[in-house]
């Protein structure tokens, strides 16, 4: 098997170099701004978010709705000759004996431990299948009341955070436990400031007293970088679920990324789970999921 930490971190650093941030889209002109299963209709999380997505961009494809060759057999579908697979990853934790190898290295015994296998499934959009049922070839219609500000208000308000509207910068104060945003007219529109606003409650998810997020043992110096990739997926993933466009908060940190990506091939990985984390959090305590809604993380 190729490696597939390497593989997707390549793809998502030829994005980055590009100037592009894979995970933000346009989500107010997508009928489904979230990659689901058409058979399940459940979305897919973290990291295959963000990969789909990009697929279903690259590619031009009207849906958002993926299946499986199996799935799409079941369905009285089949996928059409010459078509390529996406490729999507699953977590789940077993008991093994650690490597050998590792131990011989640290000079630790052997022992049993929980670590996370991979595992991988292909999947194709419902664009690159024939023969399914009309009703998984349309696109989910989308809601002419919906009202994304109101979402994204709901979202701030569940949260409980306490936010400023003052000065003329956006961040999170840790040792007070603050938000500050300027005022709303000082942005050019409802989406710069729901997506800022978003953004820095991603932050504030990461407080010891709520998902306390720890980085520097495993990034060091990155860690501040790592955070505000956390941070800006985060938003990403929120915005998806307001229908507001996204928005690249901080384009300074993509040299950041860039390196920390370079570095550690599972970085991305680690952001987007973190990320799907805050965004859960935010969504649960909006009343907007339930906690059983809760997946595997890179499900």
């Known amino acids: 098997m190729n490696d597939i930490y390497q593989s997707i971190t390549d793809k998502i650093i030829t994005e980055l170099e590009a100037g592009t941030a894979p995970w ?3 989500w107010s002109s997508e009928a489904d701004p979230f990659p689901r299963n058409a058979l399940s209709k459940r979305p897919y999380r973290g990291i295959n978010t963000v990969l789909l997505g990009m697929e279903a961009h690259c590619r031009g494809y009207a849906s958002n709705q993926w299946l499986t060759f199996k799935q799409a057999q079941t369905l009285g579908g089949h996928v059409r000759k010459g078509e390529r697979a996406s490729t999507i990853i699953y977590y789940e934790s077993r008991m093994v004996d650690k490597d050998d190898a590792e131990n011989l290295a640290d000079g630790s015994e052997a022992e049993k431990r929980f670590v996370p296998l991979i595992k991988l499934f292909s999947v194709f959009n419902v664009n690159q299948i024939e023969g399914l049922p009309e009703t998984y070839q349309e696109a989910p219609a989308v809601d002419a009341d919906w009202d994304a500000s109101v979402t994204a208000e709901r ?37 710069s400031y729901y997506s800022t606003a978003l953004h820095e409650l991603c932050h504030w998810t990461g407080a010891t007293t709520r998902l306390g997020r720890k980085l520097g043992r495993r990034f060091g110096e990155s860690a501040y970088a790592m955070e505000e ?71």
């Open 24 to 26: 933000v889209r346009p």
């Open 155 to 191: 979202i701030m308000e569940g949260s409980g955070a306490e936010i400023c509207h003052q000065g003329f910068k956006a961040f999170y104060s840790p040792p007070n436990d603050l938000i500050y945003l300027p005022s709303k007219s000082s942005f050019a529109d409802a989406s």
């Open 229 to 299: 990739l956390i941070a800006e997926m985060g938003a990403a993933f929120l915005s998806a679920h307001c229908r507001l466009d996204g928005k690249l908060q901080h384009a300074s940190y993509i040299a950041s990324w860039l390196e920390v990506l370079h570095r550690d091939k599972r970085a991305v990985f680690v952001a987007a789970a973190q990320a799907q984390k805050a965004a859960d959090y935010l969504l649960e305590h909006a009343g907007l999921i339930a906690p059983a809604e809760a997946m595997p993380l890179a499900a």
